[in-house]
Nanobody, 125 residues
Framework: QVQLVESGGGLVQAGGSLRLSCAASGRGFSIYVMGWFRQAPGKEREFVAAHSWSGASTYYADSVKGRFTISRDNAKNTVYLQMNSLKPEDTAVYYC??????????????????WGQGTQVTVSS
C-alpha cells in the first residue's frame, strides 16, 4: 500500500507563490505517474499537473501552464508543485495522486489509485 502526504498549502495573496510537496511511502510500491488535482467547493475534481515517475515527461492543464511547475525527487519519493502568479480561481483543495499501473491518461482521476488527504490553497484578491 502507498501512502501520500501533502504539505505546503496555505493562504496567499493574488500574484504570490506557494510550493506543495507530496511524500510517498510504503513497502514495495511502484508508481508510474504522480499527479496533482484540485477541487473547489461545488466543483468537480480537476487535473492540474502530472509527472512520469521514471522519466522526465510532464503534463499540465491549460489553466496552469506557464504558472505551475511539477517536479520530483526520486531519492526522496517526493513530488512538488511550484505555483507562481496565483489567482483567486486557483483556490481549492489540492490532492496528490499516484498511478500504480499503466493507464491511458494522466489527467483522468480514475487512473489514479493512490490519493493523499489534500491540502487547502486559498488565494485572496
Amino acid at each position: 500500500q502507498v501512502q501520500l502526504v501533502e504539505s505546503g498549502g496555505g493562504l496567499v495573496q493574488a500574484g504570490g507563490s506557494l510550493r506543495l510537496s507530496c511524500a510517498a511511502s510504503g513497502r514495495g510500491f511502484s508508481i508510474y505517474v504522480m499527479g496533482w488535482f484540485r477541487q473547489a467547493p461545488g466543483k468537480e475534481r480537476e487535473f492540474v499537473a502530472a509527472h512520469s515517475w521514471s522519466g522526465a515527461s510532464t503534463y499540465y492543464a491549460d489553466s496552469v501552464k506557464g504558472r505551475f511547475t511539477i517536479s520530483r525527487d526520486n531519492a526522496k519519493n517526493t513530488v512538488y508543485l511550484q505555483m507562481n502568479s496565483l489567482k483567486p480561481e486557483d483556490t481549492a483543495v489540492y490532492y496528490c495522486a499516484g498511478q500504480g499501473r499503466s493507464y491511458y491518461s494522466t489527467s483522468d482521476p480514475r487512473g489514479y489509485n493512490y490519493w493523499g488527504q489534500g491540502t487547502q490553497v486559498t488565494v485572496s484578491s
